[in-house]
């Protein structure tokens, strides 16, 4: 999901004129559960995530192909604050990853529903550059995608990463992810618009992996 949905200058207006509308909860929404995987522990994001998000994520080899993250302290602040109000609403989940006995934030997992009643939904991430290739990554995947297809019942999965990131598109199909097609010219970045490769998960497919592993 190199597109984030979150948008700081959006976020701004919605806050001076938004009704926030009724929903129905479920335990997702009114909360993320706590998932583990050996050392990675992913919980709901806390206000108190945002000084180490700050300086995890808007590092130039990790906003390399993601849309510009917040620029401050406080932008992250609003961004976590905007991502509650999603998950209240059953449009969007955000994990924050951590580890365990080290409950600081060192990246993030994202979910949101393409406006099709999450039968079909993009994920994306960004971890830290210091715990690439250390096994976080997979770990969480994993959980996350454990998450997704199984508690908010998820068909179809989709991902999105630049033709130049090689270390994304590794990153998914080591984790089941397969290349559908190239979307040319389908993301801005510093004024320039690059081609994205298109990865999907299924659901069946899985859940026949698992079953295979198992």
Request: glycine share 10%; with cysteine.
């Amino acid at each position: 999901m190199e597109r984030m949905p979150y948008r700081e200058e959006l976020d701004v207006q919605i806050l001076r004129s938004a009704v926030r509308e009724q929903v129905i909860s479920s335990d997702w929404r009114t909360g993320l559960p706590v998932l583990t995987s050996g050392s990675v522990v992913l919980r709901d994001l806390r206000a108190s995530d945002a000084p180490s998000l700050f300086t995890l994520l808007t590092t130039e080899e990790v906003a390399r192909f993601i849309s510009p993250p917040p620029t401050t302290v406080e932008g992250f602040e609003r961004f976590i604050a905007w991502t509650h109000r999603e998950r209240e609403a059953g449009k969007y989940a955000c994990f924050a990853v951590t580890l365990e006995g080290y409950d600081t934030a060192i990246g993030i997992f994202q979910v949101r529903d393409l406006g099709t009643g999450f039968d079909t939904a993009e994920w994306g991430f960004a971890i830290g550059s210091q715990f690439w290739g250390t096994g976080v990554f997979e770990a969480g995947a994993r959980l996350v995608l454990e998450f997704t297809f199984n508690t908010i019942g998820v068909r179809r999965l989709e991902a999105r990463a630049a033709v130049q990131n090689g270390r994304g598109h590794g990153a998914l199909m080591k984790i089941g992810a397969v290349q559908e097609g190239v979307l040319r010219q389908s993301f801005e970045k510093k004024g320039r618009f690059l081609d994205q490769v298109l990865f999907a998960i299924l659901a069946k497919d899985w859940r026949g992996q698992r079953t295979r592993v198992h």
